[in-house]
């Protein structure tokens, strides 16, 4: 079974930076998608980036490209998401999520995604 533990969330303030951790177990990224997703209190779960080993394409979303960047380290089956200005819309829980299989980038959606994380909250203040 594919275990999926994020960390690394906190509180900083505006315009600081955060480094979040995703550690897989149960399988090695082969040909695998990975994603961030967030939610905010009262919102729907938003797509943050996401990368499929079939494809190397590296997607962002429009809200934080610029300012993220999500990266691997597949000796460690760890996927890191390196948060830069933050502001305070970014405030969120955020999750990591996986799914096994030979997907482009382009073609993946929320509902694809078939091991989650539990979540790490990031706080962002004024």
């Known amino acids: 079974e594919v275990q999926l533990v994020e960390s690394g969330g906190g509180l900083v303030q505006t315009g600081g930076s955060l480094r979040l951790s995703c550690a897989a177990s149960?399988?090695?990224?082969?040909?695998?998608?990975i994603a961030w997703f967030r939610q905010a209190p009262g919102k729907e779960r938003e797509g943050v980036s996401c990368?499929?080993?079939?494809?190397?394409?590296?997607y962002y979303a429009d809200s934080v490209k610029g300012r993220f960047t999500m990266y691997s380290d597949n000796a460690k089956n760890t996927v890191y998401l390196q948060m830069k200005s933050l502001k305070p819309e970014d405030t969120a829980v955020y999750y990591c999520?996986?799914?096994?299989?030979?997907?482009?980038?382009?073609?993946?959606?929320?509902?694809?995604?078939?091991?989650w994380g539990q979540g790490t909250q990031v706080t962002v203040s004024s």
């Open positions: 149960g399988f090695t990224f082969t040909d695998y998608a």
């Open positions: 990368i499929s080993s079939t494809d190397q394409i590296t």
């Open positions: 999520a996986a799914v096994l299989g030979k997907w482009r980038t382009s073609d993946l959606g929320i509902g694809d995604f078939d091991s």
